[in-house]
């Protein structure tokens, strides 16, 4: 029985692979995320810490790209290939991070609105709505400045305002699972809500999900970015970190084109290859899209 289900597994994830590899776009964003994640991955092993102190920085200051600068270096002399190499790191753990964080919350929270109704499903659909309307960029620039300048903090503001639409989404495929048939013989059977929930619901909103967490890792680094351009960062060294701190020392005045540039196109290639990816998962894992294409 287990080798009849290990072969199933195999034959589900061939048949993923060869309907992805279809979408080029979606494999050239894979490509791209690999890329990215590795190098951030591998980053201590060449560089450390340093590369982002003012004390030592080896380089003149706006210093133009040159063999021995290749991206140029910034208002302190620091390389900027270095600093943006060393700032995927914060950028991608505070992405991942915050779009896991909301899309648990929000899983949690669309499963339980959907399979529980009355006054406990309307009471969680008011609260995703609350949250829905409110701005969420100047709310968890608010919360990122009350709870203080942290990582923790930073991951947890954009988790907190970034779950309702998930709650949404997983609410709607409930709603549509819970019609089913099989659904009213398994609670015939017997069948609890744990049991309904993590063993039918779940597994079907699972394909969802994966789509859906990769656009939310796309929105979320733009957010950090964000937050950080507007002050409220992690107090580490990241895109968004950078991109602050060229508009305070005036890279632009300067002519430092490359102080904005770089960490602009790191932070534009992460989020463009995130979404390819997400569209094209989504495009595989629906099976209306799937018919239409």
Request: no cysteine; hydrophobic share 55%.
């Amino acid at each position: 029985m287990t080798s009849v289900a290990a072969a199933r597994r195999r034959l589900a994830l061939s048949r993923f692979w060869a309907d992805f590899r279809t979408h080029r776009a979606g494999v050239a964003g894979m490509v791209v995320l690999l890329v990215a994640v590795v190098l951030a991955l591998i980053a201590p092993l060449f560089i450390d810490e340093g590369v982002t102190s003012v004390v030592d920085a080896p380089g003149p200051e706006f210093g133009a790209p040159s063999l021995d600068f290749p991206f140029g270096t910034d208002e302190s002399g620091r390389s900027i290939l270095l600093m943006v190499w060393w700032g995927s790191r914060t950028s991608l753990l505070i992405g991942f991070l915050a779009a896991l964080l909301s899309i648990v919350i929000g899983t949690v929270i669309g499963i339980a609105a959907g399979h529980f109704r009355g006054w406990v499903g309307g009471a969680l659909m008011r609260v995703t709505d609350w949250f829905l309307v409110l701005p969420s960029l100047v709310t968890a620039l608010v919360l990122a400045a009350i709870l203080g300048g942290t990582t923790f903090t930073v991951i947890m503001a954009i988790a907190v305002t970034s779950w309702p639409s998930t709650a949404r989404l997983i609410r709607a495929q409930t709603l549509a699972v819970e019609a089913r048939p099989y659904i009213e013989r398994s609670k015939a059977l017997g069948g609890g809500h744990w049991h309904i929930t993590t063993r039918h619901v779940l597994p079907n909103v699972a394909p969802l999900l994966l789509a859906s967490t990769t656009l939310e890792v796309a929105s979320a680094i733009v957010t950090e970015s964000t937050l950080a351009f507007l002050g409220a960062s992690a107090n580490k060294t990241s895109w968004g970190t950078m991109l602050r701190s060229s508009y305070d020392y005036g890279a632009a005045t300067h002519g430092a084109w490359w102080y904005i540039l770089i960490p602009g196109l790191a932070i534009l290639a992460v989020v463009m290859a995130f979404t390819l990816v997400g569209r094209a998962l989504e495009a595989v894992l629906n099976p209306r899209l799937r018919r239409a294409a």
